[in-house]
T-cell receptor, first 114, second 115 residues
Framework: GESVGLHLPTLSVQEGDNSIINCAYSNSASDYFIWYKQESGKGPQFIIDIRSNMDKRQGQRVTVLLNKTVKHLSLQIAATQPGDSAVYFCAENMSGAGSYQLTFGKGTKLSVIP | KAGVTQTPRYLIKTRGQQVTLSCSPISGHRSVSWYQQTPGQGLQFLFEYFSETQRNKGNFPGRFSGRQFSNSRSEMNVSTLELGDSALYLC??????????????FGQGTRLTVV
């Protein structure tokens, strides 16, 4: 049959505003989570990670929030810039500590309006 | 420090052929994972190797295989190629030891087109 592309949610924000990208994960036993940014034609770029024993972690202009009760992750980007335009993926690690079997969300396309 | 290097960047193969892709992880990283990315299915896990052993495996047919060498470089092989194998193949490297997860960094990928 014909392959249908994933319908990516799109978030459009004005340059300088804050962005919030949300993600629901599937496995309540997942203990490690990563946010990636992917630009067209490139591999996913690591942004920030968080372990399940934390509910918040901050990086440079980015903050990740983890709500294990509802299995929800969010990525906040402060003062969004045109260079932030990309597809953002959350990933949960499905295997035990120290090994890797990342399951990715479908992604959110962030468009920054100059 | 060099990043994750994947070769080749682009590849065109005919149905029924086989293909081998290569991944050199970041120096000191011992875990290498492979992923397939397609518009229809998104990013899907293939397998992970650590210290030359397959440690995790995703839900792909046996035509997809891999290996890891003593220097942590990894290869994946796809035999009897099908049109649906056309995808971006990505590898990710991480330290992979110590019982705790740390950052996993991706390469630029190999774009495989099967005709």
């Amino acid at each position: 049959g014909e392959s249908v592309g994933l319908h990516l949610p799109t978030l459009s924000v004005q340059e300088g505003d804050n962005s919030i990208i949300n993600c629901a994960y599937s496995n309540s036993a997942s203990d490690y989570f990563i946010w990636y940014k992917q630009e067209s034609g490139k591999g996913p770029q690591f942004i920030i990670d968080i372990r399940s024993n934390m509910d918040k972690r901050q990086g440079q202009r980015v903050t990740v929030l983890l709500n294990k009760t509802v299995k929800h992750l969010s990525l906040q980007i402060a003062a969004t810039q045109p260079g932030d335009s990309a597809v953002y993926f959350c990933a949960e690690n499905m295997s035990g500590a120290g090994s890797y079997q990342l399951t990715f969300g479908k992604g959110t396309k962030l468009s920054v309006i100059p | 420090k060099a990043g994750v290097t994947q070769t080749p960047r682009y590849l065109i193969k005919t149905r029924g052929q086989q293909v081998t892709l290569s991944c050199s992880p970041i120096s000191g990283h011992r875990s290498v994972s492979w992923y397939q990315q397609t518009p229809g299915q998104g990013l899907q896990f293939l397998f992970e190797y650590f210290s030359e052993t397959q440690r995790n495996k995703g839900n792909f047919p046996g035509r997809f295989s891999g290996r890891q060498f003593s220097n942590s470089r990894s290869e994946m092989n796809v035999s009897t190629l099908e049109l649906g194998d056309s995808a971006l193949y990505l590898c990710a490297s991480s330290l992979g030891s110590g019982g705790t997860n740390t950052e996993a960094f991706f390469g630029q990928g190999t774009r495989l087109t099967v005709v």
